[in-house]
């Protein structure tokens, strides 16, 4: 499938695949949205000392460099555990071309980026002291076959229902619960209402939170 760059609302670059005309993250900004979904109403929710971390899926791993460059902001050392699922790694020249290291200032945030995309698949790498990154390469339905440490914060960031219905119906979030902590957040940028009944029917708490530029609302669950 044929990926092209391109540049979002707020100057940051995602992927664009032409033919399921969808993109890695909103045309209304990659960064901004990252920040609001992911960190803002996620990693920012979540008190403990030690995280566990899992996300669906990697892509450019815009992600992973936003929740680097919060924990470097705060005072209060976590320990992370990231783990992030992928069935479809982006090339070398794709993420030189998106250029995200220059979207941010610290120094140990660009040179990260190149260590998540540059580590070995399915094995641990420690990017930053205190930060643990394990990237699978497989399908998000293969989470019950990994050996996982119980999740405290889900980032769930998979392409829309539009073009991948199956990955928001009830069997990947009811594996994706089964990883879970109860008291557990799973943040993502949808509001539709189909997964909300599906969360909802996990015996998830669900919040309508206020969305991203250009999204009237997005969802947070926590676990029971
Ligand atoms: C919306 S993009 C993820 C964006 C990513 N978090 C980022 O910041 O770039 C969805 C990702 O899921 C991956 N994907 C799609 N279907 C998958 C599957 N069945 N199993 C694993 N990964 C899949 C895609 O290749 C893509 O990288």
């Known amino acids: 499938m044929q990926r092209e ?27 901004q949205e990252a920040q609001h979904v992911f960190i803002d109403n996620g990693l920012n929710l979540v008190n403990d000392y030690e995280i566990n971390i899992l996300e669906l899926g990697f892509g450019t791993g815009l992600n992973v460099l936003v929740t680097i460059d919060e924990l470097l902001k705060t005072d209060k050392n976590h320990i992370v555990h990231y783990f992030t699922l992928e069935k479809y790694p982006i090339t070398e020249e794709e993420f030189k071309n998106l250029e995200y290291g220059s979207f941010f200032s610290k ?3 660009k040179e990260s980026y ?23 390469h497989c399908d998000f339905f293969e989470l019950k076959n990994l050996n996982l ?70 969802i947070n669950a926590i676990k029971q």
């Not at 100057?11 to 890695?24: F, R």
């Not at 698949?121 to 990237?135: G, M």
Request: hydrophobic letters at 30%; charged letters at 25%.
């Open 107 to 109: 120094q140990k945030v």
């Open 114 to 136: 190149q260590k998540i995309h540059e580590c070995k698949w399915n094995e641990t790498t420690e990017i930053l002291p205190n930060f643990f990154f394990t990237k699978y």
């Open 5 to 31: 760059i391109r540049t979002t609302s707020d100057g940051s670059k995602t992927l664009y695949i032409s033919d399921l005309n969808e993109n890695y993250h909103s045309h209304h900004g990659a960064l």
């Open 149 to 218: 440490p119980k999740i405290d914060l889900v980032y769930y960031d998979c392409f829309g229902a539009r073009v991948q219905p199956d990955l928001w119906e009830k069997p990947l979030f009811e594996l994706v619960a089964n990883t879970m902590k109860p008291g557990g957040l799973l943040t993502t940028y949808s509001s539709k209402g189909s997964v909300r009944r599906v969360l909802l029917d996990l015996n998830f708490n669900v919040e309508k939170k206020a969305g991203p530029p250009g999204k009237r609302e997005m």
